[in-house]
């Protein structure tokens, strides 16, 4: 975890989802909480450690959920923090790339490393990320989303972080319950199925 204490974290939760019990709806809602994983998480001195970053790349951080669509035929990109706006929504198929793997397993996942891993894609438009963290959004045993938090410079995220982010994840879930995520979807129109940048 990043410089933030347990102390920070919690007020800063408590915070997060007092602003999402308020918010006029639950996107906003989830905006509050997936804004605090680039503010609190990971370690702010990642991008000094040699092979952190690669010639032409600097350190940034993406946020944001992937919801199931119902017909859990695809996850969608809400909340989204560092994203490029054309790709509000983002519409892909449900077992791509590692937020798939989340929806099959239901289980939190950490990269700390993606170089490590084969299997790693690229779904941020501008970049591929080097370590990243996803926690499953689970409601009466359905899972139906999950939280995403990722950074360009490797091992940015490690145990600490995957941990917090499963508690935020909790608060995320029950914020969507709470502002009728299932009428969002009757009025929502994501984007197209897009296949992940090469």
């Not at 605090?36 to 952190?52: I, K, M, N, Y």
């Not at 690669?54 to 969608?76: C, I, Y």
């Not at 995957?162 to 995320?172: P, R, S």
Request: net charge negative; aromatic share 6%; proline share 9%.
């Amino acid at each position: 975890m990043g410089p933030a204490s347990f102390a920070d974290v919690l007020e800063a939760l408590g915070r997060a989802t007092q602003a999402g019990l308020a918010a006029s709806g639950p996107e906003e809602a989830l905006r509050h909480i997936t804004g605090l994983g680039p503010l609190l998480l990971g370690d702010r001195e990642a991008e000094l450690r040699p092979g952190a970053l690669k010639p032409g790349e600097r350190q940034f951080t993406v946020s944001g959920a992937f919801l199931v669509t119902p017909d859990r035929r695809h996850n969608v990109l809400l909340a989204e923090h560092g994203f490029p706006p054309e790709q509000h929504r983002l519409r892909i198929d449900i077992a791509l790339a590692h937020p798939g793997w989340v929806v099959e397993h239901r289980r939190p996942l950490l990269l700390a490393n993606t170089d490590l891993d084969p299997d790693f894609k690229q779904i941020l438009k501008t970049a591929r990320m080097g370590s990243a963290v996803y926690a499953p959004m689970t409601w009466k045993g359905t899972l139906i989303g999950q939280l995403v938090l990722a950074s360009q410079a490797r091992t940015t995220y490690a145990e600490p972080d995957l941990h917090a982010l499963v508690t935020f994840a909790g608060v995320a879930t029950a914020l969507w319950q709470a502002h009728d995520g299932a009428g969002f979807w009757r009025e929502a129109s994501p984007a197209p199925c897009q296949p992940a940048p090469t």
